[in-house]
Every structure is written in structure tokens, then in C-alpha cells.
T-cell receptor, first 113, second 113 residues
Framework: AQSVTQLDSQVPVFEEAPVELRCNYS??????LFWYVQYPNQGLQLLLK??????LVKGINGFEAEFNKSQTSFHLRKPSVHISDTAEYFC???????????FGKGTKLTVNP | DAGVIQSPRHEVTEMGQEVTLRCKPI?????LFWYRQTMMRGLELLIY????????DSGMPEDRFSAKMPNASFSTLKIQPSEPRDSAVYFC???????????FGPGTRLTVT
């Protein structure tokens, strides 16, 4: 069965600093990978997705992620964060052909001035 | 587009009472998902529908939970009788032909006392 591990439950950073949120997955078949963001008291919003092709994926709000098949990772990065990036970020995996998403436990990103 | 609509946004009820959560998916979407989010267990898929037909309800915790989708624009999740451990945020999400690009509603925060 597929699973997702987000290695950090909380990540505090200062404004304009770079950030990396880590995600590892396990699956015996090929997968699709996703990052969602949840702002306080809101639903989840899709940030970016990897389905196939280039392993470097660009999303909204300046975020990007890189799929590394050998390390089964899909880390999320942003070179310079803003206060408004404070939110919880969820990594998710779907086995190719499956309609179900399995989510990680989430990483709370706090951007401090 | 109004996005996925959920009602109520907040529900407080006493143990033993029936609770009904409602969801209106995005028009034209084929898939509808119900999730539950708690601090302990994270985001869990309860059940999902395709073209109004339940496809996988393996995440429904027990017989007290039931979900229906009588038409393409409406779904309900019912808990009867409710228990304090059902307290959580319940999300509805919908998607088009590519089921994994899911659009989430704002959630219903359920508190059972």
C-alpha cells in the first residue's frame, strides 16, 4: 500500500529566506505526486502536481518541487518566502490509474518577519 | 464558479444526535470525495463517488456513518448516532475527469459534546 511521510511537522523560517519541505513516499507502482496548501480555516488548494515528464515541477505562488524516483522523494521548495506563505502544506500520492489520494500528515510553515 | 460549497460551516451537537453534512460539488465534476481531518490521524478519505455512484467506502469508520449522492449537484454525509470521537473537520472535494486534481470545500467543523 502507498504511504506518504512528511519529515517535518513544523518549519519556522524568516521572511525572504529559502525553504524546503520534505516529502517521501512508498509505493510499488508508478505514482502521481501532489502538493496541496491549506490556509487557516480553509480547504486544501492544489499547489502543483507531477504526473510525468520533467522531474522539476513549477506551481503557483513561486513554489516548485522535484521528483526523485531513486530516493522516492518529492520535496517542495521556494527560494524566498513571504509572510503570506504561512500555512500547512500537504504532500499526496496517487498510484497511476487510481482515483484515490493518500495524504501526508502535513507540515506547518510559519514565516516570521 | 462558486467552488465546492459545504454546509453548515460549524456544527455543535450532543452525543447521540444525528448529524447531516452537506456538499455541493463544482458543476460538471464527475467525482466527489468526503474526507475527515483530525490532529491525530490527519486527512483521511472516507468515501468517494463517480457519477453519483459510491465507488469506495472502505474509509467509512463504522455503520454509524453513511453517505449519499442523489444527484450530480448534492451529497450528504450522515452520522447517526454521533459520538465525541467524531469531532473533526469534514471536507468535501470534487474533481473532473482527472480524479486526482481535487478541489476542496471550506470544510465543516463538527464538535460532538
Amino acid at each position: 500500500a502507498q504511504s506518504v511521510t512528511q519529515l517535518d511537522s513544523q518549519v519556522p523560517v524568516f521572511e525572504e529566506a529559502p525553504v524546503e519541505l520534505r516529502c517521501n513516499y512508498s509505493s510499488s507502482v508508478s505514482v502521481y505526486l501532489f502538493w496541496y496548501v491549506q490556509y487557516p480555516n480553509q480547504g486544501l488548494q492544489l499547489l502543483l502536481k507531477y504526473l510525468s515528464g520533467s522531474t522539476l515541477v513549477k506551481g503557483i505562488n513561486g513554489f516548485e518541487a522535484e521528483f526523485n524516483k531513486s530516493q522516492t522523494s518529492f520535496h517542495l521548495r521556494k527560494p524566498s518566502v513571504h509572510i503570506s506563505d504561512t500555512a500547512e502544506y500537504f504532500c499526496a500520492v496517487s498510484e497511476s490509474g487510481s482515483e484515490k489520494l493518500v495524504f501526508g500528515k502535513g507540515t506547518k510553515l510559519t514565516v516570521n518577519p | 464558479d462558486a467552488g465546492v460549497i459545504q454546509s453548515p460551516r460549524h456544527e455543535v451537537t450532543e452525543m447521540g444526535q444525528e448529524v447531516t453534512l452537506r456538499c455541493k460539488p463544482i458543476s460538471g465534476h464527475d467525482y466527489l470525495f468526503w474526507y475527515r481531518q483530525t490532529m491525530m490521524r490527519g486527512l483521511e478519505l472516507l468515501i468517494y463517488f463517480n457519477n453519483n455512484v459510491p465507488i469506495d467506502d472502505s474509509g467509512m469508520p463504522e455503520d454509524r456513518f453513511s453517505a449519499k449522492m442523489p444527484n450530480a449537484s448534492f451529497s450528504t454525509l450522515k452520522i447517526q448516532p454521533s459520538e465525541p470521537r467524531d469531532s473533526a473537520v469534514y471536507f468535501c472535494a470534487s474533481s473532473g475527469a482527472t480524479a486526482y486534481e481535487q478541489y476542496f470545500g471550506p470544510g465543516t467543523r463538527l464538535t460532538v459534546t
